[in-house]
């Protein structure tokens, strides 16, 4: 059920590369942007998932961790 919600809804699966991407996952979780499925590549990047609605925010808390999607 919940895959089919979160097809409904559309998501992304985004790539962060950057010096501090785990404070890009803290922005993440302080404003409430929900996010899974989380996997390191290596120490400056990670892919993920997030709600499509949720992108544009996710954009401009990029730059305050040093981080590109």
Do not use: H
């Not at 501090?20 to 400056?44: H, I, K, M, V, Y």
Request: proline share 4%; with cysteine.
């Amino acid at each position: 059920m919940k895959r089919a919600m979160n097809y409904v809804r559309g998501t992304a699966t985004l790539t962060a590369r950057g010096l501090f991407p785990e404070r890009l996952l803290n922005l993440c979780a302080q404003n409430r942007l929900a996010f899974w499925g989380l996997s390191w590549g290596d120490e400056t990047s990670f892919t993920f998932r997030i709600r499509l609605k949720d992108l544009p925010r996710l954009r401009q808390y990029a730059p305050w961790a040093m981080c590109a999607i």
